[in-house]
């Protein structure tokens, strides 16, 4: 691919005019040949080849290429590839462990301050301070549906989809917030949600939401937008022709949330609806405690850009990205199981007994408004993707190519503080990825984790169980709208027996 040969004289929002003779007009439809400005311009950028097989195309298909290609942000799209390819293999700065004192581990947390942080975090919250932000543009291919992820159902006596389990998770903090509030408070709280779908997911998610009365929830409170695509491009930055007259594309990964935001201006939806917080989750995980008042008031308290909660490494080798300092005294950042040679991967800090590097990236974060605000702007600046050799879809098959994804961990670089916030894997962390029969991450793997924690729930209520079949492969479920973390139980259950499996609910 070429560096632009001469000025472009238009921006990509008037291709069209500029294609169209340059008077704003529309284009007239595609003739005998492609539009001159057109080629012109996809010549600063080396990517002519396009029209390589324009002569074969019915008329129709023709106006379908030209609308494909005018639908590209040609400039901005070529300073992705240059900067993405240039950054390959680019030295980066050594990496080291993430201090103590940037962590809250389970094991030196106190009751006080546990008991502190969710007061905190339910006063933010019944101020309205607080959205949740759900990356939600995968469809469950690994699972074997086509449908979204969070339809997926994973087994539980409820029957309930993970987008079920996560709305009456935000049902019953909103009660939870409204309990808190002094007496002769307004008595409502409303946690807008912002759901990030892709192309491929959008429809089938408004209308599972639609099918579904928003789980309860108001649907003004639940905005969809949709996460962008990238051309797949070959190992020399060329567009890869997916047919004769489409570009082949990828949508550009779930840290595109951020420039999402930004292009579809609900950075200044929730500015205007007065949030100073956002919490931002991935859809694929059972046991995600979706705006958690206690992760909030942490945040709050330690006022820092950026927070995370992380698990314990399992294993050394396990397959996980950690977060560590990048450079010293440089910020945290999160980096991939790949890159972490295996001495650094086992290596033990002798004053805690830990792996030196052990805080594993869940994709649980929390971030002011203003940071996510910081980072589109930085991340559109700097225009450096992750590249990934991946099989593309071509005009003759199949061909390997790369894809370019942003990922959500991508912004921690430009935090000027970041927090991290230990959590338990059995409590908050039940991936679901890999279809029943895969050796970890299933639906029957998260299943059992739920079943297992609630069933803890209420036998320390006071409640008893009985069970046909072993406990360890049972439990019962406990229904969100029923307690958020364990908490108001007892009335529910003390003295009594329940049969797994079962749900419990009022």
């Not at 990517?47 to 030209?66: G, I, N």
């Not at 992705?80 to 080291?96: F, K, T």
């Not at 005294?329 to 001495?343: A, F, I, M, N, R």
Request: glycine share 8%; charged share 20%.
């Amino acid at each position: 691919m070429r560096e632009p040969t001469m000025a472009v004289a238009v921006d990509d929002g008037n291709a069209a005019a500029a294609a169209g003779g340059g008077d704003g007009s529309a284009l007239p439809p595609p003739t005998s040949s492609p539009p001159q400005a057109l080629i012109e311009r996809l010549k600063d950028y080396g990517q002519e080849h396009v029209f390589a097989l324009w002569d074969e195309l019915s008329p129709q298909e023709r106006l379908l290429l030209v609308n494909d290609i005018q639908s590209l942000d040609l400039s901005r799209t070529d300073r992705i590839i240059r900067c993405s390819l240039r950054s390959q293999g680019l030295p980066v700065a050594a990496i080291e462990p993430v201090p103590e004192s940037c962590v809250s581990s389970v094991e030196e947390r106190t009751m006080e301050e546990r008991e502190r942080w969710w007061k905190m975090g339910l006063k933010a919250i019944s101020e309205g301070k607080l959205a949740v932000l759900l990356l939600s543009g995968g469809q469950g291919t690994r699972l074997g549906s086509s449908d979204p992820k969070g339809c997926f159902n994973i087994g539980l006596p409820s029957g309930k989809s993970l987008f079920q389990l996560q709305a009456e998770r935000i049902l019953c903090v909103q009660k939870l917030a409204v309990q808190s509030m002094n007496e002769g408070s307004a008595g409502s709280v409303t946690i807008h949600w912002y759901i990030m779908t892709s192309p491929f997911t959008d429809d089938a998610t408004r209308k599972f939401f639609e099918s579904h009365k928003y789980f309860g929830l108001e649907a003004d409170q639940v905005t969809f937008f949709q996460q962008g695509t990238r051309p797949c491009i070959s190992k020399d930055g060329r567009y890869i022709m997916e047919t004769p007259f489409k570009v082949a594309k990828s949508p550009d990964g779930n840290g595109g949330v951020y420039s999402a935001l930004k292009s579809s201006r609900l950075l200044e939806d929730m500015a205007a609806r007065g949030i100073k917080y956002v919490d931002c989750y991935g859809v694929d995980n059972a046991l995600v405690r979706v705006a958690d008042p206690t992760f909030l008031g942490y945040f709050i308290d330690k006022g820092v850009a950026a927070a995370a909660k992380v698990v314990r490494k399992a294993y050394p080798q396990e397959k996980v990205g950690v977060f560590v300092r990048r450079g010293k005294g440089g910020p945290l950042t999160v980096v991939e199981y790949s890159e972490l040679d295996s001495s650094l991967a086992s290596a033990i800090n002798q004053q805690t007994g830990r792996l030196r590097f052990c805080w594993s990236n869940v994709c649980l974060h929390m971030f002011t408004l203003d940071f996510l605000s910081q980072v589109a702007d930085g991340l559109e600046k700097d225009s450096v993707y992750h590249v990934a050799e991946k099989k593309i879809p071509f005009v003759h098959g199949y061909t390997m190519g790369l894809k370019l994804e942003q990922f959500v961990f991508d912004a921690f670089p430009y935090a000027p503080s970041t927090a991290l916030f230990e959590v338990l894997r059995e409590e908050e962390f039940a991936p679901v990825k890999n279809a029943n029969g895969s050796n970890y991450d299933t639906p029957d793997s998260a299943k059992l984790l739920v079943l297992r924690l609630h069933s803890r729930w209420v036998v320390a209520a006071g409640g008893f169980l009985t069970h046909s079949v072993p406990l360890y492969a049972t439990g019962v479920e406990v229904s969100p709208l029923c307690s958020y973390a364990g908490e108001n139980l007892e009335s529910i259950c003390r003295g009594r027996t329940f049969h797994a499996p079962c749900e419990i609910a009022f």
